[in-house]
């Protein structure tokens, strides 16, 4: 079946760590990607975008993901975390060739970062 | 920076009751978008709006839902007869696809936490 898979659903770092969230989506054909985060109490925000060209793109907040078309992998990264990035973050997928408009999120990872 | 809203923040119904969701999307905005999110799962596409009507929807979004633009501002999502298995969180978004289809960012509200008794 065609999903979009997050493989940690919790992850618990101290600040200054590093961060590498996992994605992976099972959709051919061409697909934007995205990462969303949602800080407690607060809504959906994007953090950063893919929909062509470089496969490494920046988003806000220090964070960055890489595209990786032969793995479907869309893995989000931050090169060191702080407390006020607690938070919970999603992975999605809009597969352009069975659903234009349409996202298709991850489970989701809930990150907590220990001060 | 303009911001999708949602009113309630809250909705507290009874089984079998109607409830209407709503939402005010970001004024230039095209697409409209209703997700769901129950309660320890994954967020679900529901159904996306444009042009005044319904251009995409998801096996959830049956004949139980109904989405509409009563006016040049707000979306409505409405559930005729709620079930206990509606309850859920519920986001509205928007999009403005930039000319050729492809780009598609899509604005959340901050949801609308529904709960059937």
């Known amino acids: 079946a065609q999903s979009v898979s997050q493989h940690n659903h919790h992850v618990i770092l101290s600040e200054a760590a590093s961060l590498e969230l996992g994605c992976n989506y099972s959709y051919g054909g061409t697909v934007n990607l995205f990462w969303y985060v949602q800080y407690p109490g607060q809504h959906l925000q994007l953090l950063l975008k893919y929909f062509s060209g470089d496969p490494l793109v920046k988003g806000i907040k220090g964070f960055e993901a890489e595209f990786i078309k032969s793995k479907f992998s869309f893995n989000l990264r931050k090169p060191s975390v702080q407390w006020s990035d607690t938070a919970e973050y999603f992975c999605a997928v809009n597969p352009l060739n069975t659903g234009f408009q349409k996202l298709v999120f991850g489970t989701g990872t809930r990150l907590l970062v220990s001060p | 920076e303009p911001e999708v809203t949602q009113t309630p923040s809250h909705q507290v119904t009874q089984m079998g009751q109607e409830v209407i969701l709503r939402c005010v999307p970001i004024?230039?905005?095209?697409?409209f978008y209703w997700y769901r999110q129950i309660l320890g799962q994954k967020v679900e596409f529901l159904v996306s709006?444009?042009?005044?009507?319904?251009?995409?929807k998801s096996e959830i979004f049956d004949d139980q839902f109904s989405v509409e633009r009563p006016d040049g501002s707000n979306f409505t999502l409405k559930i005729r007869s709620t079930k206990l298995e509606d309850s859920a969180m519920y986001f509205c978004?928007?999009?403005?696809?930039?000319?050729?289809?492809?780009?598609?960012?899509?604005?959340f509200g901050p949801g609308t936490r529904l709960t059937v008794l």
């Open positions: 978004a928007s999009s403005d696809p930039k000319t050729g289809g492809s780009y598609n960012e899509q604005f």
């Open positions: 004024s230039n905005h095209l697409y």
């Open positions: 709006f444009y042009n005044n009507e319904i251009s995409e």
